[in-house]
Structure formats: C-alpha cells, structure tokens
C-alpha cells in the first residue's frame, strides 16, 4: 500500500529547460511534505518542504507546489544543471514537521544532458 | 562536525549470524532514526529516538531487530538471525526535534546476507 507515489521512474530533461518532478499522496492525514535528493553511495540529502497551509515554496532554483484537493505536489527546477542528476524522493508526515518519521515515495532519476 | 557517521560501510554475513550496525549522529541532534531501502524503494521507517528514549517503532522492525541509544549519543541496530531478506541499505539520520529542515542521513550500512 504506497502512501505516496512516484510514478515516473525516470526523467530527462535538457540543461538549462525545467524539470518537473511529480508526486501524489492517497493519506489525506499528512500535512508536512519533503524532497530529497540522493547521489549514488551518499544518503539522500534534504533539499525542500512545504506545510500543507502553503501551496508553494520556493528556494533558490528549486520551487515545490501543493495541491491539496488533488493530494499532488511538483517539485520544480529551474533551470536544470547537470549537478541535479540524482533520485529525487519526495516524502510525508503526519505531524507537520520534517522532524518526525516520513513516508517515502520510490524516486525519480533525473538525468540532466548537457 | 562531518556529519552522520555509520559503520560499517558494507557487511557481508551468512544467513542465521548476528550482525550490529552503528550511528553516530551530529552532536547537538537529539533525534535519531533507523531507516532501510531496498532496491528499487524509498526509505522505509524502522525506529526512532528522541534522545535516549525510542519513541516509536514500525511493524518492519521484527522481534529480531533491537535498537538502542544508551546515552542519547550514538545509536546501534543489531539484527538477530539474519534472512536473506533483510538485504538492504540501512541508513541512519538525525535531526533537532525543532525546526522544519528535514533530517540530515549518514551515507548508509549495505548488509548482504549470502
């Protein structure tokens, strides 16, 4: 039973275009979501979240999105780098914190070409 | 600081061995938790702490698994009895229980039980 689901494995997208990362939630008890970036051998790495009383949040070149209603939130990157290649996780909370246990979707590999 | 140690790094062990993983979280963190990936999944939450005291366990975490953080510093994980299926990655995080920024993970234990 995935709580929350990534349903692309893969992506790819040119340097410098947008990338867009998607996921949905069936639990509509989480309120706190995260994404996460992992290099191989390296544990994953905290890049953004969002509360559920937001419906966006934006740091740097990375913009998450959240649509209750829908119970889907996007990660954005703008513009892609080469650097960005990694598995990208996206994960929630029932407490509205990052600072608890998470539910964690399967990942997307993006690959950046240059 | 360096971060969030683990040790070891990689653990090959027959099938019905013991086997002891350790955490060393960042040091002013008072949150410590146990996760494990296999291939191809997200994290999945094992255990917590806050601390010394654990706080909360996932039905994962069979009767052949045990925790600790004897002091709230570092953290061990031993399995009992290894099954093939606990091949995995086990990685170890730590967080302020404060704050919203998502945990900071160790670079993970790969156990392989041959």
């Known amino acids: 039973d995935q709580q929350v689901k990534q349903n692309s494995p893969s992506l790819s997208v040119q340097e410098g275009r947008i990338s867009i990362l998607n996921c949905d939630y069936t639990?509509?008890?989480?309120?706190?979501f995260l994404w996460y970036k992992k290099y191989p051998a390296e544990g994953p790495t905290f890049l953004i979240s969002?509360?559920?009383?937001?419906d966006k949040n934006e740091d740097g070149r990375f913009t998450v999105f959240l649509n209750k209603s829908a119970k889907h939130l996007s990660l954005h990157i703008v513009p892609s780098q080469p650097g960005d290649s990694a598995v990208y996780f996206c994960?929630?909370?029932?407490?509205?914190?990052?600072?608890?246990?998470?539910?964690f979707g399967k990942g997307t590999r993006l690959s950046v070409i240059a | 600081d360096t971060g969030v140690s683990q040790d070891p790094r990689h653990k090959i062990t027959k099938r019905g061995q013991n086997v002891t993983f350790r955490c060393d979280p960042i040091?002013?963190?008072?949150?410590l938790y146990w996760y494990r990936q296999t291939l191809g999944q997200g994290p999945e939450f094992l255990t917590y702490?806050?601390?010394?005291?654990?706080?909360?366990k996932s039905r994962l975490l069979s009767d052949r698994f045990s925790a600790e953080r004897p002091k709230g510093s570092f953290s061990t994980l031993e399995i009992q009895r290894t099954e093939q299926g606990d091949s995995a990655m086990y990685l170890c995080?730590?967080?302020?229980?404060?704050?919203?920024?998502?945990?900071?993970f160790g670079s993970g234990t790969r156990l392989t039980v041959v």
């Open positions: 995080a730590s967080s302020l229980s404060a704050g919203s920024y998502g945990y900071t």
């Open positions: 639990n509509s008890m989480f309120d706190y």
């Open positions: 969002i509360s559920s009383i937001k």
């Open positions: 994960a929630a909370s029932y407490l509205n914190s990052g600072n608890t246990p998470l539910v």
């Open positions: 040091s002013e963190h008072n949150r």
């Open positions: 702490f806050q601390n010394e005291a654990q706080l909360e």
